[in-house]
């Protein structure tokens, strides 16, 4: 089967595409057009590296998951897990304007500064719309990247051709699930006659995620709340609020759920992963009973790996993050709310006649 029709058939026609851009940057074929993944021409290749790394391509998550991590640290809910923290950046600089607490910029140009990487694969957007991935190769570049978006950019192309051209040694990936679980399929799969560099990669940063939004649909409706040339943060607090926050400079707009849930992109409602199980970090914010007014300040951090551990270590040691205890029952709430995703990812797959991309581990999913 040729991987252009494997990945058309499997991947982009059910709907399962994420947007991630693990298949980009490769070669001329494939590309992205405002968040949509388009294939330009037909490609005569029987395997490829755009069909190895696409994330909803099958793959068997328990060998992945055993190839990378030590089983005994693997929890069922929320994937391997050496810790939970909640912190935020000590530099108020780096708060300021940061998604919550700015641990993960905070994070990301520690690891530079101290050597774990030598460059970083992010997202960069204005406002939370129109986002792009760009190559930060210092930390100044690493804080223009401050803030999230929940349109859906191809950051992974640009890892791809970072990669193709070897020119740094360690570099770091932030990313969604699909997109970290999409870095894991490349280190665990070079083509022995095509390498793509993945011993390259030095770190990989989760972010949690719910879901991500159709990118015009976004746009428009973002313009019919507010001035998008203002348009400084945007945010969508606990559910109890039931909204998508707009923030212009000091005005924040409320944005009912009901005009945005309709948004949500199509291959999203097949994610299993909530919390970027394959990562050495992964960051959220943060949920305690202190309130969204307090908790939009902070952060969650899950440990994943040795490498994420020593990192974190080193930001508490050098004062570059400030923790605080995490809430009794914390942990338990991570993994009901991660649970509940993967309940739906399962559900909205089996609707579509089977378990898809998950087939080769349908024993961790046998009981959703």
């Known amino acids: 089967m040729l991987s252009t029709i494997a990945l058309d058939t499997q991947v982009i026609q059910p709907g399962l595409c994420t947007g991630c851009g693990a298949c980009q940057g490769l070669c001329p074929y494939w590309g992205s057009v405002d968040g949509r993944t388009v294939c330009f021409f037909d490609c005569e290749r029987h395997d490829g590296r755009c069909q190895r790394f696409c994330p909803r391509m099958p793959v068997d998550l328990e060998a992945l998951r055993k190839q990378f991590f030590p089983s005994e640290d693997i929890l069922p809910e929320i994937g391997p897990y050496r810790g939970l923290y909640l912190t935020r950046a000590a530099d108020e600089s780096i708060r300021a304007h940061a998604q919550h607490g ?118 428009n409706l973002a313009l019919s709340h507010c001035n998008q040339n203002m348009l400084r943060h945007m945010d969508i607090p606990p559910s109890k609020f039931h909204s998508l926050e707009l923030t212009e400079h000091e005005r924040t707009i409320s944005v009912n759920l009901d005009e945005v849930l309709p948004l949500v992109r199509s291959g999203c409602r097949y994610c299993v992963d909530m919390t970027a199980e394959f990562a050495d970090l992964s960051v959220g914010g943060a949920r305690s009973a202190d309130g969204w007014d307090v908790d939009k300040g902070w952060n969650q951090v899950i440990v994943r790996s040795e490498k994420g551990e020593a990192l974190l270590n080193l930001a508490r040691e050098k004062g570059v993050l400030e923790f605080k205890e995490v809430p009794d029952g914390g942990l338990a709430k991570l993994k009901g709310a991660s649970m509940g995703k993967k309940r739906t990812g399962v559900g909205n797959l089996k609707a579509l006649g089977g378990l898809g991309y998950l087939e080769p581990s349908a024993a961790l999913f046998e009981n959703l």
């Open 102 to 219: 700015g641990t993960m910029t905070a994070l990301v140009e520690l690891a530079m500064k101290e050597g774990f990487i030598d460059a970083a694969v992010l997202t960069r957007s204005q406002g939370g719309l129109d986002p792009e991935g760009v190559l930060a190769a210092s930390p100044e570049e690493v804080r223009s990247c401050k803030g999230s978006s929940f349109q859906v950019p191809p950051t992974l192309a640009v890892l791809n051709q970072a990669l193709k051209e070897d020119r740094y040694k360690k570099i770091g990936v932030v990313g969604t699930p699909c997109k970290t679980l999409a870095v894991y399929k490349m280190r665990a799969n070079p083509l022995p006659d095509n390498d793509n560099n993945a011993q390259n990669i030095g770190m990989v940063f989760g972010l949690f995620c719910g879901w991500g939004l159709d990118w015009d649909g976004l746009n």
